[in-house]
T-cell receptor
Framework: GEDVEQSLFLSVREGDSSVINCTYT??????LYWYKQEPGAGLQLLTY?????DMKQDQRLTVLLNKKDKHLSLRIADTQTGDSAIYFC?????????FGSGTKLNVKP | SQTIHQWPATLVQPVGSPLSLECTVE??????LYWYRQAAGRGLQLLFY??????ISSEVPQNLSASRPQDRQFILSSKKLLLSDSGFYLC????????????FGPGTRLTVL
């Protein structure tokens, strides 16, 4: 299987940038994703990146992929209190999705 | 557009009772279907996935089973629930294609007492 690791908590002030990091073990993973989960709800896909890309930007979100180090990050610019949630990193490999344990982002006003 | 339904939304069951959670998908054909469990404050654990009717792959040995009687229906079952089966159960679907996006249902909160 694949191991996907994330730090458990991140706390930032409103207006600052947030950077959530993720590492994975299987270099053959083809797609990598970031999901957001608000309390009591399912997971919402935020963005994804294909393994042949280094960076993807989508409005306030920037995804960086370092394939050599098997490291994925999500940067949220101008973080708002509504961004407070759990963020999951996920990788796709042979019909299966492997998820990290989630990073709980706390945005302080 | 595609939608995914799960029911019930919440469930409280005694230890030793049976379980049946249902998931249905609309607006797509031949999806890959998944069951995950999320324990409190933890990440997602893949329980089962299915690439077609009657095809079930189990990821971890456990007290649960899954079935796919129809193309867009995925059922999670147990004959006798354990306390450790409590958690948030999420159904998801994906279609092999451009970016293999996976879409999640709203989840079922199961409490076993």
């Amino acid at each position: 299987g694949e191991d996907v690791e994330q730090s458990l908590f991140l706390s930032v002030r409103e207006g600052d940038s947030s950077v959530i990091n993720c590492t994975y073990t299987d270099s053959s993973s083809t797609y990598l994703y970031w999901y957001k989960q608000e309390p009591g709800a399912g997971l919402q896909l935020l963005t994804y990146i294909f393994s042949n890309m280094d960076m993807k930007q989508d409005q306030r979100l920037t995804v960086l992929l370092n394939k050599k180090d098997k490291h994925l990050s999500l940067r949220i610019a101008d973080t708002q209190t509504g961004d407070s949630a759990i963020y999951f990193c996920a990788v796709y490999n042979f019909n299966k999705f492997y998820f990290g344990s989630g990073t709980k982002l706390n945005v302080k006003p | 557009s595609q939608t995914i339904h799960q029911w019930p939304a919440t469930l409280v069951q005694p230890v030793g009772s049976p379980l049946s959670l249902e998931c249905t998908v609309e607006g797509t054909s031949n999806p890959n279907l998944y069951w995950y469990r999320q324990a409190a404050g933890r990440g997602l654990q893949l329980l089962f996935y299915s690439v077609g009717i009657g095809q079930i792959s189990s990821e971890v040995p456990q007290n649960l089973s899954a079935s796919r009687p129809q193309d867009r229906q995925f059922i999670l079952s147990s004959k006798k629930l354990l306390l450790s089966d409590s958690g948030f159960y999420l159904c998801a679907w994906s279609v092999v294609g451009a970016n293999n996006e996976q879409f999640f249902g709203p989840g079922t909160r199961l409490t076993v007492l």
